[in-house]
């Protein structure tokens, strides 16, 4: 079985919605369909959801109102019949006065959750409801009985594999399954999700749970792109991308994939493919466990970026150094990034400053601490085995005239990672477009 996930823009109007079944009609094997929400949807959720924090009900009944005109506008466009029209209609009312209803009582996280997860639930409904009207015979999986998070709000695979498959059990002979992204439950039975954008995780996680032979996740971009296209003129698709080449990418700032929907396809070596609905025969991206290609294959940035220095003579020959300044880390739940050390000073980066204050007062214990705000990593990906040779020459030619704060290569195979001034940022990806891709 086959997996085809489909972002809010693919499901953005009724217009876009029937170019997503003419898509999935290309399939002669049965598919499961996993839809975001109409894209803008989740962010209004986001939006009533603070105005019922901050008790501003009459905010939330226009932001409510207005979202629910846009929805019954494009059921017009979406149906022909009246008989389902009439039943999108219903579905509409259904939603919308649920979420209103939240305005009459108390608001806490739990409640947001629940709001979030309308939009899913309401594209999704109104998809297989115009697959129905065309006669495609289709039937709703809903994410809530198989999706599940565990107490660590990690996706429980075993859960889901067991509860998915009961659910196709009971749902036999159809050609298209639809399922919602992003939504789930908790260990407590609650509604709750996998994180903004967590729709690519869904359709990863259905992907392994079913040891799929494919996921396809449907953009608007062609595949997976050696560079970031907001920032340099010229970029192209990668064709082929290993599971840890495209985890590093997705990490560090390719926007096409959300960062930990690889996890789940590479446990079970599921393929995944990135495809553009604008233009459904472009190759766009495959990634697979040994993907072909050597070299160097692409450049992301991540903004946003800490660096912290600690300076100590105590780690001069010392044992255990290093392990006293990650517990640091550790106990203020912040993710250390890249790192190098020197025999005297270990300078490592964060992408919070969250618990910063604290974490420096306490590092001082160890030695002096210097930071640095508003650093940019910059990731180069790629075959970079430790018996080829050039490779980190041509990223150091190309980064001659710009200031590196710090470098970190051999960790893996597969990735050389810089640090710099983000106002260094674009000059830095133009420059390694020209010396490492000949733009
Ligand atoms: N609708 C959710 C969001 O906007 C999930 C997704 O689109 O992936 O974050
Ligand atoms: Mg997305």
Redesign the pocket.
Known sequence: MKILKF??TSVGSADRMKSVVDLIKKNTEPVIVVL??MSG???NLVELATNLYAKNNAKANEIISTLENKYKQEIKNLYKTETVLQKAAHLITYHFDYLRSFTLDMFTVNEEKAILAQ??LLSTAMFQFYLEEIGEKSVLLPALNFMRIDDNEEPDLTYIETHLKQELEKNKGFNFYITQ??ICRNIFGEIDNLK?????YTASLIGAALQATEIQIWTDIDGMHNNDPRVVNKTHPIEQLSFDEAAELAYFGAKIL?PTCILPAQKRNVPVKLLNTMQPDAKGTIITKDAAGTGIKAVAAKDGITSVSIKSGRMLLAYGFLRSVFEVFERHKTPIDMITTSEVAVSLTIDTDKHLKDIVEELEKFGQVSIDKDQTIICIVGDVSFDKTGYAQKVFNALSEIPVRMISYGGSEYNISVLVKSEYKKQALQALNAGLFNY
């Open positions: 972002g809010g975001s929400a949807t989740t962010n939009g899913e992204g992003f903004r954008g967590g729709s690519d959300h």
